[in-house]
Nanobody, 115 residues
Framework: QVQLVESGGGLVQAGGSLRLSCAAS????????MDWYRQASGKQRELVAG???????NYADSVMGRFTISRNILMSTVYLQMNSLKPEDTAVYYC?????????WGNGTLVTVSS
């Protein structure tokens, strides 16, 4: 069992920055990778960025060069540094991990970017 709790969302003006955090608890030694997804109103949930325990990262084209995902060495916390935010980044951001065949999701944190 893994529990994920996101924090750090809020309201920011276009061009601003936010840092999201995802705290994992439970069987964290079983976590090999964690991801950030987002879901804007009326749209499908989409992958934003991912990171492995070894530190390999991947990003959606839409956030490449603006967002940075990182983690602590224990993989108990994953961060998403978001710079140069745009109104189209407005969404609920979710932390996710896959352990075995089971998906774990946090409850999400809302990011609103005003123009």
């Amino acid at each position: 069992q893994v529990q994920l709790v996101e924090s750090g969302g809020g309201l920011v003006q276009a061009g601003g920055s936010l840092r999201l955090s995802c705290a994992a608890s439970g069987s964290i030694l079983s976590i090999n990778a964690m991801d950030w997804y987002r879901q804007a109103s009326g749209k499908q949930r989409e992958l934003v960025a991912g990171i492995t325990r070894g530190g390999s990262t991947n990003y959606a084209d839409s956030v490449m060069g603006r967002f940075t995902i990182s983690r602590n060495i224990l993989m108990s916390t994953v961060y998403l540094q978001m710079n140069s935010l745009k109104p189209e980044d407005t969404a609920v951001y979710y932390c996710h991990t896959l352990v075995g065949v089971r998906n774990y999701w946090g409850n999400g944190t809302l990011v609103t970017v005003s123009s």
